[in-house]
């Protein structure tokens, strides 16, 4: 391919994403889609993302050498594959700046090329399980190098994950080998940073820069914690699988700082109005809350984990922060009821918060439940929450006098009354 051939190319991409009209997209697509038939296209795209500042180019090579790639891969040797590895990696270290400003759509479509291929190459050896050292230096390098470092985690946590289709056994292989090579870094890395910002040891002076980096953290984190750890590839529509099985050596989480990172986080993401860093804020608390039960080596352990829980959703509905928004609600709804269904009441109990904690939940279900119309499909967690707290109540035998009282209160109101 010439400057002329790219040219053209970069034209029909255009006309095939932006058409003038449906004869010019149909021209193109005709022209264009032969690029997807066959490994002998790779120079041509790979010449295209060298050359080419295009963002409709951009997006139909990556994607073209992603699909490329993912059908041939038995065709590619190792060289060529070390090969495009290499230089996605140099691509996107040298042009981060420059697509940023001119291209920032492709950027997605470009790492998740080169995320495609450390998953197609990750059990042919070592020499392809350095992703972590090879992002390095991305995290060492400018804000925008270090918020691309993160999307390449992003990405590679989501596409690595075991999926039901051709391939399956050996994409479930692949994705458990990550989880004991990769994953326990990738995860420091987002726990590291989350710690500078609760510290207040990160400054960034643009505003979008900081948004961006702060999503991209929490997404990682979000993948991370949502990772499927047994390669069962569960349903994620539904709330039945509530246990989070995480490594027993993921120790940094049995430290009760965690829930306070991303309670602090949160509070300040609705004070900037970052409504998607508030959700992940909250969805990781909810995974969080479901961490296995022999995941703790002792009671302790779990008790410090339920009072920083209980501490954090405490003073998140007694000052209403962020409940305006429905998403925030409907989540802190899901984080309130898989406190309890996580933990048995025994457990709860012991939390010194858990009396203060049940005060707070009780006036936000009554406010709930006085203005229903708002989210209903949320507040079910709440009744829930309640229901599920009737037979322990009557089964326990070492009873409070006056708390068990104002808690058989609180339930005979929310679900008699």
Not at 112 to 137: A, M, N, Y
Request: aromatic share 10%; hydrophobic share 40%.
């Amino acid at each position: 391919m010439d400057a002329a051939s790219l040219a053209q190319f970069e034209r029909l991409c255009t006309e095939f994403y932006n058409p003038p009209n449906e004869q010019a997209q149909r021209h193109a697509h005709e022209v264009l889609t032969p690029l997807l038939n066959g490994i002998d296209s790779v120079p041509q795209l790979q010449y295209v993302l060298a050359n080419s500042s295009n963002q409709q180019a951009l997006v139909f090579a990556s994607t073209a050498l992603t699909k490329v790639a993912t059908a041939n891969w038995t065709a590619v040797t190792e060289q060529q594959r070390e090969d495009m590895k290499n230089f996605m990696l140099n691509y996107l270290f040298q042009n981060c700046e420059a697509l940023q400003n001119s291209a920032p759509y492709a950027v997605s479509f470009l790492v998740r090329f080169l995320c495609r291929i450390v998953k197609l190459s990750w059990l042919e050896g070592p020499q392809h399980q350095t992703i972590v050292s090879d992002v390095q230096k991305f995290l060492s390098a400018s804000t925008r190098h270090w918020i691309l470092g993160l999307d390449i985690y992003v990405q590679l946590t989501a596409d690595i994950q075991p999926t039901v289709g051709p391939g399956m056994s050996r994409f479930r292989r692949t994705a458990l080998s990550f989880r004991d090579i990769a994953l326990p870094q990738i995860f420091t890395t987002a726990v590291d940073i989350l710690t500078q910002m609760y510290e207040g040891k990160l400054r960034i002076d643009d505003k979008m820069d900081e948004f961006k980096l702060v999503k991209k953290v929490l997404q990682l984190a979000y993948n991370c914690l949502s990772f499927d750890f047994m390669g069962t590839i569960p349903d994620e529509t539904s709330e039945d699988q509530t246990t989070v099985m995480v490594p027993h050596n993921w120790t940094v989480l049995k430290d009760n700082i965690i829930p306070k990172l991303f309670f602090q986080l949160y509070d300040s993401s609705c004070k900037n109005g970052w409504k998607d860093c508030a959700i992940y804020c909250l969805q990781c608390l909810v995974l969080l809350s479901s961490l296995r039960r022999s995941f703790f080596q002792n009671e302790e352990e779990k008790t410090a984990l339920l009072q920083s829980m209980m501490e954090g959703t405490a003073h998140l509905i007694s000052n209403k922060v962020g409940l305006s928004d429905p998403q925030c609600l409907h989540e802190t709804c899901r984080l309130i009821g898989r406190i309890n269904t996580s933990s048995q009441f025994k457990e709860l109990k012991q939390v010194p918060s858990f009396e203060m904690w049940l005060e707070q939940v009780y006036g936000f279900t009554i406010d709930a439940i006085k203005n229903w119309q708002i989210l209903p499909n949320s507040k079910h967690y709440l009744l829930q929450f309640w229901a599920q707290l009737v037979m322990p109540i009557m089964n326990d035998k070492d009873k409070t006098p006056g708390f068990h009282t104002k808690l058989e209160d609180y339930i005979y109101t929310i679900t008699v009354r």
